[in-house]
């Protein structure tokens, strides 16, 4: 039976630090699929296509990982994907809490279901997508940050943003 | 004097965790007073009169227990019902750290009243009411994460929704 | 070469924690830039405008501190005033978590800007610019919490406020 | 039926962090014990008959307050005295994570028995039993530190103490 | 090419948290590797042969898991092992940080080697060998914390310890 | 005045972490004193000379770096030498909160005497001298550790030491 992991999140966008941690699940898996949230509560930059479209262009030098849009209960779609293991990047301890919670809970709805945890890449601890939103946002070099079709898409992004959107400010 | 204890919360459902501190509670003190918050920053998906309902009916076997609404300040709100003591559960250092600040400021205001934390069950340490939200969002199993009552509640909510409030996703 | 400090926040309001560590610079460094950020994601109490003055006033008698609005990049704006230190304050876990991830960030940014730490007084762990604005709209006890003109301002303030802005509630 | 709690701890000496929740312990139950802990794996400072006495001089003013040496299992001495809650101070996360894991094995051997947690003072938030003797030991200032009579027993244990064991250092 | 896991720790002596461990890993992985550290800086309760014995009888239903003494470098032993992950459990926060760091400096000697974290399950958060060893000193009940045959051990070396090894105390 | 900083610690030996904060420090202050404790509780692997000499030989290229053995109180031996300023390297909460904790006694000691807090580079955020000692007794490989100097002088030490020394374990 082939051993195959979910790695899922929202991806908006993908960053190197997610790039690393792809990269160590597709060496330790047969198969790993991304899983990337349709619909997520705040609003996306990418839309779920867009996102979906990054990571494949990221990934496609690993023959054993895909990306694909999900909805709906993270471990049913682990399930009907034949999927037992999901994977989890940590890099802090805020991270930790909020993810021991959350595979506490999807153990309770799936037992057969486990969560794995990866720890990132000491030089992408600092990374998140909200803080590569915000670079690109401030015309901040990317360099090192986000694979080159995701710098290339976030510079195109920006370009087209009405000056509103561009007003926010790094905290 | 009577040994009276506020719980304050929001209750947005109440789970089996906030059931379990109550319990425990209602075995220490006299009377345990529920202040369910009447208005949050973020929009409830119950209001307040239906979430001290839900609280009512789950602690209907508990006779020193009654839930209210309140707003204001929670040190006014305590020193109004005689009580020097307010019960916070406790589930994790995120909560924690929270908490500590939420505690020193109320003492700040009210140095008579005092802040004492429950540990929540190992059992309900993954429980919040967002995720039992999210859970019952997505048609998922809330056997033994909520009490009956609220079960029902949540099922009715949920069925009455329009399709774009189905739309978020576990993260 | 002058040893100039940066200290940025977005101050709405500036509290007693915020003066006692502009204080504490204010004896380090040859000069300390408070750097107020104009625009924040979340609509803020107090405009740019009205959180710079309040900070001038507050710090009139420190002769080598000077409060002005930012936008852009933080490091941007230090090398622009030939910093090579930022300034933050730290009261908790979770502030340090994010701080770190910010100051690796920064770093990566800009090697030749340094993010130095200082320990806010034990008595200013419970304050945050979120509290006392809470505690002012609830009409609680503001002494002791911020300096006098943030005290008369967030007075003034709440005075004007329609009453469905005076309806959220102490968590 | 009185309202009995235990404050178990090692009290190796006591601080002033230790005398403030003793007496907001004792403004909330009708009698506190505090449980010295007879033999600790690291050699104490002071005898558990010094440290009891010392407790109980502290304490002489809190007429529902005693001190008793105690050993074996803390949940064997609640019960024995009629006790249904143990009390522990919280100064910081660390502190925290350490006394969940005790709670919970203490509700594991006794869920009858009940642990509550108070906040220790602002003030007393970077006092430790160790830090309290380093200063002692080093001839530092022991005021706002100590009870009285903890200053008198420090000063005069440190005079007695052979150079050799006055070599160590503050970290 | 077999999927081979090591699990090092020390066991001194496993819990029942240790075998939730094992038996998610031996569902995940073709063969799981236990290894057990032969010295440790502080004295055992159990020599390395009855912490590997002890081991071996716990998983004897579980037929891809053994159990072996290691001394050296851990991520030596893996790779004389052909294992290509180091598989730990976690409980709480400061489990965290410093696997976190151990994780990070196995990755600088071998990254080849990749540290996978499992989550214990929440029946097992206040469950550690000193604990296990402290409630058996005590004549505690062990049950439900190890496996049968550790609770024999235990209570068969504590029968035989002389009094003065059974005078510390549970904290 | 010149603005003079103190980097206190046991330095037991110098890792690579520590040289990062002591060249980060000496392009802020005009001078860093390194200060060595002489004494420490653990019997040290190196001799206060010896961890003096390995600093010095370390830092030969910045001017404006001394190392110094030291014992008593560290706020003393901070105004003994003029210095307003103690500088402290940070990595992880488990650091944070212990430093917190000297921080806010030494301030307590000499509120005149500030405690800086420089972020670790993120290469080094595993690194401490307990686990380079245990990388060097298991001739593991010390390069991009430690300075030079400090991996003869480890590889010297380990050659000379007697078996039962080396019987240790990485954990």
Known sequence: MPNIAIYPGSFDPATNGHADVIARASRLFDRVIIAVGRNSQKQPLFSVEERVALLQETCQNMTNVTAEPFDGMLVDFARGN??????????????????????????HLAPDVETLFLMTSAHHLYLSSSIVKEIARLNGDLTALVPDAVAVALRAKFALQPDELR?????
Chains 1, 2, 3, 4, 5, 6 share one sequence.
């Open 82 to 107: 034949g999927a037992k293991v999901i994977i989890k990047g940590l890099r802090a301890v805020s991270d930790f809490e909020y993810e021991f919670q959350m595979a506490l809970a999807n153990r």
């Open 167 to 171: 007003s926010e400010r790094l905290p």
